[in-house]
Nanobody, 124 residues
Framework: QVQLVESGGGLVQAGGSLRLSCAASGRTFSTYAMAWFRQAPGKEREFVAAISWSGGTTNYADSVKGRFTISRDNPKKTVYLQMNSLTLEDTAVYYC?????????????????WGQGTQVTVSS
């Protein structure tokens, strides 16, 4: 079992940057693949990025490639999402997710554990 707590969301102007953090509990963080998803009002939850146990493999949604970077610090039991060049379309609640199987798939149903989410609002 792992518990996830996101932080770092907020209000930012278009073109700006934010860094989200997801702190995990438990002793085996390094054996969980981690991911970020987001959900805008009235829309389904969508994949943003994922990272493997060691951080050696990552996967990004096409909409964020080149702008967002996922990373992890296993000793700190934390995964990050650096978001640059933010646009209005990035406004959403961002969720951290984890699973034991070491794959970086985008399928929302593959992910076993979820945080409560953090709001990101991009203004013009």
């Amino acid at each position: 079992q792992v518990q996830l707590v996101e932080s770092g969301g907020g209000l930012v102007q278009a073109g700006g940057s934010l860094r989200l953090s997801c702190a995990a509990s438990g002793r085996t963080f390094s054996t969980y693949a981690m991911a970020w998803f987001r959900q805008a009002p009235g829309k389904e939850r969508e994949f943003v990025a994922a990272i493997s146990w060691s951080g050696g493999t990552t996967n990004y949604a096409d909409s964020v490639k080149g702008r967002f970077t996922i990373s992890r610090d296993n000793p700190k039991k934390t995964v990050y999402l650096q978001m640059n060049s933010l646009t209005l379309e990035d406004t959403a609640v961002y969720y951290c997710a984890a699973k034991k199987l070491n794959t970086v798939v985008a399928d929302v149903y593959s992910w076993e554990y979820w945080g409560q989410g953090t709001q990101v609002t991009v203004s013009s």
